[in-house]
């Protein structure tokens, strides 16, 4: 049985080399509408993806228009890296990870025997406090102090989703100053999509802690692309870090041939291959995923917390598939993780 789901998982690998090196998209509406609706879905999209960069590279738009020399260069190395397996950053699957998503699967699991699980795992117990007692996930006042209370307090749902975080928090924790800011905002938005991806696959009667974890591959393949730049960019002594222009050309190609490549390192279910691709290239006239919604949902309120360049109602309505009674709640609840988040010096 596990080699048939490797084999459905390679069916979802990394694209060949020429569709790779097509520039993609991170926000991709489905095709539901007349060509004029579809052309003014795709500038808002473009828009709503330019703020977002000029606030996670921390770059003004005319720094990412730029063209650094030797960019192309560090670029084809990437992809190269990217289609031959081997990305010196890419995370590498966490030990306890397929237990605990056999485990949080099966609806006869128990509270003990997801406790049992953390506790196998010195390092996971450790992460999965601080993220239970972060501002994001703490229900209350009170300090979560082992492992059995946070599954009690937070509930079979609740620890599925902190258990996604605390796999994938250190592996996007900054590790020097230079990177400090852009992981901080990646963390941000990747909490904030995955919470909206969450709430969205709700309204849909979807898996919720599933959309969750894959709302959060996007951040974590942003870092994982900017260690890798970083890496490229010491071997061929044109600096230590990339410029913010290489560095929003990388991801704008190569973002979901990482996340589709970190779901196949990580061995995780065929349906979370599927949901990226159909994120990735929507089918005419399909309904929006949850995971679409939710990335645009997450990133649209993200920004707007953040007070930076975002995009009016009218216009976030016009590109997510969703009522205005089913926005409202969303809305709600990842504002009152991000006004909690704020107040956290660490996750500020």
């Not at 006042?141 to 620890?159: H, P």
């Not at 009667?205 to 970083?230: C, N, Q």
Request: glycine content about 4%; proline content about 7%; charged content about 20%.
């Amino acid at each position: 049985m596990p080699g048939f789901f490797s084999w459905i998982s390679g069916l979802f690998a990394t694209p060949p080399p020429a569709a790779a090196a097509t520039e993609t998209r991170l926000f991709n509406p489905a095709q539901s509408h007349s060509s004029e609706q579809q052309a003014s879905d795709a500038v808002v999209v473009k828009q709503l993806e330019d703020h977002l960069f000029c606030w996670l590279l921390d770059a003004s738009p005319a720094m990412l228009r730029s063209e650094p020399a030797g960019a192309e260069q560090i670029l084809a190395e990437l992809e190269r890296r990217l289609l031959t397996s081997e990305m010196e950053e890419l995370p590498r699957r966490p030990g306890s990870l397929p237990m605990l998503m056999r485990a949080l699967s099966n609806e006869t699991t128990d509270r003990k025997q997801i406790t049992d699980i953390i506790l196998s795992d010195p390092s996971l117990t450790d992460q999965l406090l601080q993220v239970a007692n972060s501002p994001y996930f703490r229900p209350g006042d009170n300090t979560i102090e082992s492992v059995d209370q946070a599954v009690f307090v937070l509930g079979l749902d609740g620890i599925r989703n902190v258990i996604s975080a605390a796999v994938m928090r250190p592996m996007m924790a900054a590790r020097n100053s230079r990177e400090a800011l852009f992981a901080q905002r990646a963390w941000r938005w990747g909490l904030t999509c995955a919470r909206s991806a969450e709430l969205i696959a709700r309204i849909h009667r979807d898996d919720t802690s599933a959309h969750f974890m894959v709302g959060l591959l996007p951040a974590l393949a942003y870092i994982t692309i900017r260690r890798e730049l970083g890496r490229i960019c010491r071997t061929q002594n044109t600096g230590s870090e990339p410029e913010p222009a290489v560095l929003r050309t990388a991801l704008i190609r190569h973002q979901w041939t990482a996340c589709q490549l970190l779901a196949n390192v990580w061995n995780l279910p065929p349906k979370y291959h599927a949901w990226l691709l159909s994120a990735e290239r929507p089918a005419p006239r399909q309904p929006h995923s949850a995971l679409t919604d939710g990335l645009l949902l997450g990133t649209r309120e993200v920004l707007r917390h953040a007070r930076q360049r975002n995009l009016p109602e009218d216009k976030l309505a016009q590109i997510v598939h969703l009522t205005p009674e089913q926005v409202t709640p969303v809305r709600k609840a990842v504002l009152k993780m991000l006004q909690e988040g704020k107040s956290s010096k660490a996750d500020a």
